[in-house]
């Protein structure tokens, strides 16, 4: 959403990040919709299935450009087609050995016909590209099987080795209690993948923030880190010091819970900035929750050492 929202702003003579934040809560939000649409896809076959997803895809377009300012039924066109479009480069593709180039492919040919389906409809194309992107990378490519999230971090990091995984993992326990201001505390292990420390390091962490229940809850964590700077330059400082993280945590059953956290942390080399981006998921027991909120969100900042 930020890259095609900055492309249009460049090819209109307007700061490349002007309203990035809106595009990226616009591209986050298609991306969960079109991500759940394939999820739902997969009960279907056959023709049922290319038709579930076309009209799926129109409404998901229709709704990020009614969301972005656009009219919404260019995006149901562009959504539409950009789907079709993923759908048959799969199958043209499908006998190509190379997983990442069939899904570059099913992207490439997603982001394009949207974009160009959106263009001769009277509306912006780099608005139909980002309907056809997302919709052909996070529902085709990715429920076919070709990447998955090792392709976002690499976008974001642009780092291409996290094509493969991530820098470190961390295995933690955590206990956290909370009454609108929240505390945690988390040990484990984490194991560094690459550079001079590479192998396992004991990991604490501790952290203050808030979070929309009251409760006493305790889980176990599984996280992914990567890194921004080279392999090289990774080190046991790289994941310890300061960091900030925003979680969203759903309670499936009474007291038994699983979440998502998206954590980063500025990381110093020299007279570079760099980062430290961790995607870790939790899955735990509500100790004390006599709200019992079907779901939370939270935010923290605290230090790893």
Do not use: C
């Amino acid at each position: 959403g930020v890259i095609t929202n900055g492309i249009s702003n460049a090819t209109n003579g307007q700061e490349f990040f002007q309203n990035a934040g809106k595009a990226a809560l616009i591209g986050a939000v298609g991306g969960l919709v079109s991500a759940g649409i394939g999820n739902a896809a997969a009960s279907f076959s056959g023709f049922g299935k290319v038709a579930f997803q076309t009209v799926a895809h129109s409404q998901a377009g229709a709704l990020m450009s009614g969301f972005s300012g656009q009219n919404p039924g260019v995006g149901m066109i562009s959504g539409g087609l950009g789907s079709l479009a993923a759908t048959g480069s799969t199958a043209l593709l499908g006998n190509v050995s190379n997983k990442l180039v069939q899904g570059a492919g099913i992207v490439a040919a997603g982001t394009l016909v949207g974009g160009a389906s959106s263009a001769f409809a009277g509306g912006n194309f780099w608005d139909g590209a980002r309907n056809g992107a997302i919709s052909s990378g996070l529902n085709h490519a990715i429920h076919e099987g070709y990447f998955g999230i090792g392709l976002a971090m690499s976008a974001i990091t642009g780092q291409t080795r996290h094509l493969f995984g991530p820098d470190a993992t961390a295995f933690m326990g955590s206990l956290e209690g909370s009454y609108g201001y929240t505390v945690a505390g988390e040990q484990g292990v984490l194991r560094i993948l690459h550079g001079p420390n590479k192998g396992f390091h004991p990991l604490r962490d501790a952290g203050q923030g808030v979070l929309t229940d009251i409760q006493v809850s305790a889980g176990v964590e599984i996280s992914n880190f990567y890194y921004t700077g080279s392999k090289e330059n990774i080190s046991l400082t790289t994941f310890q010091g300061l960091r900030y993280e925003g979680n969203f945590n759903v309670t499936v059953l009474p007291f038994i819970s699983g979440g998502v956290t998206g954590s980063y942390a500025n990381v110093d080399y020299g007279t570079q900035r760099l980062y430290s981006i961790g995607v870790t998921f939790t899955a735990g027991v509500s100790l004390f929750d006599p709200l019992l909120v079907p779901f939370t969100v939270g935010g923290n900042i605290g230090v790893s050492w």
